[in-house]
């Protein structure tokens, strides 16, 4: 009987803009690894974005109307799907599209409001305050550069290296 795969578990880094998301992911990516995590990443954005370039054919050939375009070579491959009738991301259907053979962890940048286990950050020169920091059940850890009175563990935002051994400690227990 085959092993059937179970989704990696997903941790979002969730906070306003200018706080720091990519930066601290770019950070912990390298960090995961060396600590022998696999992880997968799936970003969210508010703008219309693509991965293709126009003038490539693969782009003119997506442009003619394919529904879905795969662009491959030897050292990886690209699927895009087209989602003009889509009312809404969904991050689980996006997170099944993932090959959970490859991951130890699924990192989500954005989606804040979905139902994941989150590491909240807070930047104090963002001028947010911290009573608009959203905490709910999901949030595992708030990440930040000033001590902050949470119920949940506070980390250091400018120090990656205890952020990934965090998140290290959080996978095992997955």
Known sequence: MAKKLTRPP???????????KTTLLRQLIPLLLARGIRPGLIKHTHHDMDVDKPG???YELRKAGAAQTIVASHKRWALMTETPEEPALNLDYLVSRMDASMLDLVLVEGFKHEPVAKIVLYRSE?????EDLEIDRHVIAVASD???PVPIPGLDLNDPEMIADFILG???QQ
């Open 170 to 172: 959080w996978v095992k």
């Open 126 to 130: 963002t001028g947010y305050s911290t």
């Open 146 to 148: 000033v001590i902050l």
């Open 10 to 20: 997903l941790l979002a880094i969730a906070a306003w803009s200018g706080t720091g």
């Open 56 to 58: 490539k054919d693969s």
